[in-house]
């Protein structure tokens, strides 16, 4: 969890700042509308150096207003010109959204912090196993 967390927490803050180094706005369009339990899945596509580029896991919700997008509609993005895969909607400081972030960062930092404990709790009762066998082994020594 932690490692996957991690993963995607340092994706989001790679294509982000690959956008703010160079920046292009393009005008995408919604090109797919999926209903799916809990929602849409949405897939934009733009044009970035003559180039068409498609993305579905973009907030575009966010973008547009909260009502789902039909195929058609113009969304904002901003797209790096180096690197046209990273693209964001335009407001946005990250490619899965401002809201995403923190989750990820918790997801990490929570599978961490169990990582951690589940290694101390090895490490005690091997630890307390040893001392017990010890123990043991000494009190039979000892007759």
Known sequence: MALVGGCSLAVEISD?????????????VVDRVVQVKGGADIRVSYRVGGQRFAT???????????????VGTAVCLEVSAEHP?????????????????????LVAAA???????????MVVATQQRRRDDRSSGLAVDST
């Open 16 to 28: 982000a700042r690959q956008i703010d180094a160079s920046p292009v706005r393009v005008d995408g």
């Open 56 to 70: 579905e896991d973009l907030p575009v919700l966010d973008g547009v207003g909260r009502t789902t997008p039909t």
């Open 85 to 105: 895969k990273s693209v964001r909607v335009c407001g946005q400081r990250y490619p899965g959204g401002d809201d995403e972030i923190p989750a990820l960062g």
């Open 111 to 121: 599978g961490t912090a169990g990582v951690v404990m589940a290694a101390g709790w």
